[in-house]
């Protein structure tokens, strides 16, 4: 997966944070074309008054803090990005290989680990916003850094083959 691939799956953990999934992925599409495709280049030219359109746009997750901690860490983002390559920085939180895991319950499952308790204290370091452990959790999952399927998961074998991330995002 590639930076702004990357960028989009941390965008839409932290907008994910105290809602359900479905909520999300109802107006993930209106989002994505309001945010340009959250193309981090493209949403660090945005400013306040932007934002303030956003909030009456009832198609979308319309909350001050979410959308601006978006477009700040947005031109983070660029800026990480243009000091070093974003995807080796994100990924060194894992040694740079999926972790995989082999849980039998889902009760097993952590809410977070001591790799996202270390990309979080980073990235927070940074400036971001909105990337506590747990959200940093979530994205490390969805990235495909963590395979946190249960062993008898369906899933479980196709997630450690790697590359099943971008995989979902195209879907």
Not at 74 to 101: C, H, M
Not at 146 to 151: A, E, G, K, L, R
Request: with cysteine; aromatic share 10%.
């Amino acid at each position: 997966m590639d930076a702004d691939g990357l960028f989009e799956l941390l965008v839409m953990e932290g907008m994910q944070a105290g809602l359900s999934w479905i909520t999300v992925l109802r107006k993930r599409k209106r989002f994505r074309e309001l945010m340009f495709n959250l193309n981090p280049a493209e949403l660090a030219r945005t400013d306040a008054a932007y934002i303030d359109g956003l909030l009456k746009e009832s198609s979308i997750i319309r909350h001050r803090g979410k959308l601006e901690a978006c477009i700040h860490n947005a031109r983070l983002y660029k800026a990480l990005a243009g000091d070093q390559d974003v995807v080796e920085y994100l990924w060194s939180f894992t040694g740079g290989i999926p972790q995989q895991n082999r849980w039998v319950t889902g009760s097993e499952v952590p809410a977070y680990t001591q790799e996202s308790v270390s990309m979080s204290k980073a990235l927070k370091q940074a400036g971001f916003k909105f990337v506590g452990p747990t959200i940093c959790y979530a994205f490390m999952q969805s990235a495909g850094m963590v395979n946190d399927h249960v062993f008898g998961c369906f899933r479980h074998t196709a997630c450690a083959s790697g590359n099943v991330a971008r995989r979902l995002v195209e879907e």
